[in-house]
């Protein structure tokens, strides 16, 4: 409504530049959804679980950074932010690559820098205390998201089919890929929302959720690649109830695990 009022307001009856890169923007923030990330539910999911294992005191300090704006709310923006071009640098930061016959330490981190990279960088910084509180709100908004992403196997890619994106698939007849399959398919299938996913999956003994918290980022990495053997285990081209039955433990356990590691570091950051 806003931008059409805007078009027709301009004077000369030409489209203002800045009216026509909003259009672009909410265009391109249409179709980003379509690549590259756990999908909204799924990033919801893992704020969620997350907000559920928080302490006193990180809850004290996120409500002093996004007021009554839970985790799951703002679990997304980094995603949204894909197709605004002031934040193109940030594009790598989603993933990382680590081929089948190698390790992240042989390769290292690429010079346009990586997921694995940006989480170390983000977590250090809200650890060094320095940051004033939108330097602070921009930095946790990259930790609830980039947390979320690297627990999807396909976000630790093998370097030959962009984390899967090339792998042609039909998802139940219907035309995809399999990265789509994993950030977004195999998840909205089952037509819950994420507060229902969360209250089926929060369910972790405390012993487990202390082991699951003393990891670091590149065992979450590391993990993610583990998977991959089985996440490409398509047998042709077809994806539906057997491919789904086979793997939806392992989309279960990835949300619960990435929901319990960020309360975790959200507790170690404000402790
Ligand atoms: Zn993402």
Redesign the pocket.
């Known amino acids: 409504m806003k931008i059409g009022k805007k078009i027709n307001q301009n004077q000369k009856g030409k489209i203002g530049y800045g009216s026509v890169k909003k259009v672009l923007f909410i265009l391109l923030l249409l179709v980003s959804y379509n690549a ?3 999908g909204l539910t799924a ?1 919801r999911i893992i704020g969620e679980i997350a907000q559920n294992h928080i302490s006193k005191k990180a809850k004290k300090n996120l409500k002093r950074v996004f007021g009554q704006e839970s985790l799951a709310f703002n679990a ?1 923006w ?2 949204l932010m ?1 197709s605004n071009p002031d934040y193109s640098y940030m594009w790598s ?3 990382c690559t680590i081929p089948d016959d190698k390790t992240y330490e042989q390769i290292g981190t690429p010079p346009e820098k990586d997921i694995i990279w940006a989480l170390n960088n983000t977590m250090g910084q809200l650890k060094s205390d320095t940051l004033n509180i939108d330097e602070e709100r921009f930095a946790l908004r990259l930790l609830i ?2 947390v ?2 690297i627990h ?1 196997p396909l ?1 630790v890619g093998n370097g030959k089919d962009k984390g899967g994106n090339d792998v042609k698939v039909l998802f139940f007849g219907k035309k995809s890929n399999l990265h789509r399959v994993w950030d977004s398919e195999m998840i909205d299938y089952q037509k819950l929302s994420f507060t229902e996913w969360t209250r089926m999956l929060d369910n972790y003994e405390k012993k487990e959720i202390k082991k699951l918290q003393s990891s670091t980022v590149l065992t979450w990495a590391n993990e993610s690649k583990m998977l991959r053997a089985s996440v490409y285990d398509i047998k042709g081209k077809d994806i539906s109830y057997r491919y789904i039955y086979e793997h939806k433990y392992q989309v279960q356990i990835r949300l619960k695990e990435a929901g319990i590691r960020l309360a975790g570091i959200l507790n170690e950051i404000y402790k």
């Open positions: 590259l990330s756990w990033h997304n980094m995603d894909k930061w989603h993933y998201h980039l979320g992403d999807q976000h």
